[in-house]
Every structure is written in structure tokens, then in C-alpha cells.
């Protein structure tokens, strides 16, 4: 119960297009919801959050849509940029307990 | 958004001596602190959650007399391995909490255990 399953494992997008990251929960006491981002050798980098009362939140090119009933969320990253090419990290948590991350996803983007 | 520094960004260490790696929320403080193990093109691994001033929990499995941490003040967390072996080669990673329940991650500590 306490896991988070993403996916896919790999992506590779060209540049300009639209990366769609998946994840799914199953314990509805999770009420954060935040995305890192992690270069090789690099601590993961918080990029955007989400909490359960709102269904969309939109920082720059990044959005996470969170689905309540179905206990899924995304991230989209849009107009997509070899910069952006990176492992991306879902995760879960109740406001006081520890994160519970994702499996990771190695995102390519290619010129 | 919010700093946390880790030093050594790496160490390179002999067989059965013991390495310790600090870390700190540099602008906020942090009341808990956390540290991950990563393994290459694998997922954090929780070993620990640093509470300051009390005892750390340990995450199962985790030998909590090989990996001692610390919380001393509410911006400095450490993770001392002792009688490092080989097998500990790893990135270790911290991360600090804010009053708001956000997670902030540090740069990492890469440790190779000759």
C-alpha cells in the first residue's frame, strides 16, 4: 500500500514535443505529491508539487495533472529540450511521514 | 527554492576505516533530515530519518551501528560509516525538510571504499 508504481522506465522524446510521465498510488493518506529531476551524479532537484486539492498545476513548461479518484498523477513537460534530458522521480508522502519515490524515469531528448 | 549542502561531494576511503559526510540546510531549518543510498540507475533508497535532538529511525535492514547518524542542530545532520568495506561504495544523499513539508535534496556524497 504504501508503494508508487511509474512508469514508463525510459522516454525518449525529440525536441519539441510534449514527455508524459505516469505514476499511480494506492494509500489516499498521501497528500504531497512533488516531482524531482536528477542529473547523473546530482542530488534529485524538486521541480514542481502538487497537493490533492487541486486538479492541475502549471510551473513554466512543467504541469502535473493529479487524478483523485483514480490515485494518479503526471507530469508533462512540454515543448521538450535536450536540457530536460534527465531521470525524473514521482513520489508520496503524507505532510509529516517520509517520501515514497517512484522506480524513476530516464527522460532522452533528441535534437 | 530551498539549499542543502553536503560535504565531501566525494571520498575515496581504505577498507575497514570509517567516513564521515555532513549535511546542511544552508537558509531554513530543518527539524528532520533524511539520508537515501542510490545505487547507479536505481531509485533512493531510504536508510534513515533524522530527527534533531532525538534518536534517528532507521529504515529496516539498515545496521543502524554501521551507518550512524546525527542531528545535532536544527541545520546539520551527519551519516558516519563506520569500518567501511567496499560493499558501502555508494551515493549517499541527504535531504532536509522545511516547515512547509517540502523536501529539499543535497548534492550528494560519492563514496568508494578501496
Known amino acids: 500500500q504504501q508503494q508508487v508504481k511509474q512508469s514508463p522506465q525510459s522516454l525518449i522524446v525529440q525536441k519539441g514535443g510534449i514527455s508524459i510521465i505516469n505514476c499511480a498510488y494506492e494509500?489516499?493518506?498521501?497528500?504531497?505529491f512533488p516531482w524531482y529531476q536528477q542529473f547523473p551524479g546530482k542530488g534529485p532537484a524538486l521541480l514542481i508539487a502538487?497537493?490533492?486539492?487541486?486538479s492541475e498545476k502549471k510551473e513554466g513548461r512543467f504541469t502535473i495533472s493529479f487524478n483523485k479518484s483514480a490515485k494518479q498523477f503526471s507530469l508533462h513537460i512540454m515543448d521538450s529540450q535536450p536540457g530536460d534530458s534527465a531521470t525524473y522521480f514521482c513520489?508520496?508522502?503524507?505532510?509529516?511521514?517520509?517520501?515514497?519515490f517512484g522506480t524513476g524515469t530516464r527522460l532522452q531528448v533528441f535534437p | 527554492g530551498a539549499v542543502v549542502s553536503q560535504h565531501p561531494s566525494w571520498v575515496i576511503c581504505k577498507s575497514g576505516t570509517s567516513v564521515k559526510i555532513e549535511c546542511r540546510s544552508l537558509?531554513?531549518?530543518?527539524?528532520?533530515m533524511f539520508w537515501y543510498r542510490q545505487f547507479p540507475k536505481q531509485s533512493l533508497m531510504l536508510m534513515a530519518t533524522?530527527?534533531?535532538?532525538?534518536?534517528?529511525?532507521?529504515e529496516q535492514g539498515v545496521e543502524k551501528d554501521k551507518f550512524l547518524i546525527n542531528h545535532a542542530s536544527l541545520t546539520l545532520s551527519t551519516l558516519t560509516v563506520t569500518s567501511a568495506h567496499p560493499e558501502d561504495s555508494s551515493f549517499y544523499i541527504c535531504?532536509?525538510?522545511?516547515?512547509?513539508?517540502?523536501?529539499?535534496f543535497g548534492p550528494g556524497t560519492r563514496l568508494t571504499v578501496l
Open positions: 535531504s532536509a525538510r522545511d516547515n512547509a513539508g517540502e523536501q529539499f
Open positions: 494509500n489516499t493518506a498521501f497528500d504531497y
Open positions: 502538487i497537493r490533492p486539492d487541486v
Open positions: 513520489a508520496a508522502s503524507t505532510h509529516t511521514d517520509k517520501l515514497i
Open positions: 537558509d531554513f531549518q530543518a527539524t528532520t
Open positions: 533524522s530527527n534533531e535532538g532525538s534518536k534517528a529511525t532507521y
